[in-house]
């Protein structure tokens, strides 16, 4: 699956192995990175077509993003190889 060029975002470290961190991010494994101030959660190439959440910190940003996946399959813009991920 194509990503965010990481080399272009500062990536906060996140263990993936935590039972404390929901389900569908441990599976999934989107990227946290900074953007200013606040936490960003992303699974595919762009905020624009991937599925993107923000948060004041890194769980808030997860907790977010594991919310907006349900309703990211409805989107149209969605990116196909995001949408075959996420509805596995």
């Known amino acids: 699956m ?3 060029n990481t080399n272009e975002v500062e990536l ?3 263990d993936y ?3 404390d961190l929901p389900e569908k991010a441990r599976q999934l494994q989107p990227i946290v990175f900074m953007d200013g101030t606040a936490y960003c959660c992303l699974l595919g190439p762009d905020p ?3 599925v993107f959440a923000r948060g004041n ?3 808030e940003a997860i907790e977010n993003w594991v919310k907006e996946l349900p309703t990211s399959l ?3 813009d ?3 190889e995001v949408r075959e991920v996420i509805s596995e």
């Open 48 to 50: 624009q077509t991937g």
């Open 74 to 76: 409805d989107r149209t």
């Open 17 to 19: 192995t935590s039972l």
């Open 12 to 14: 906060v470290a996140i």
């Open 2 to 4: 194509k990503n965010i």
């Open 78 to 80: 969605l990116d196909p």
């Open 57 to 59: 910190t890194p769980v």
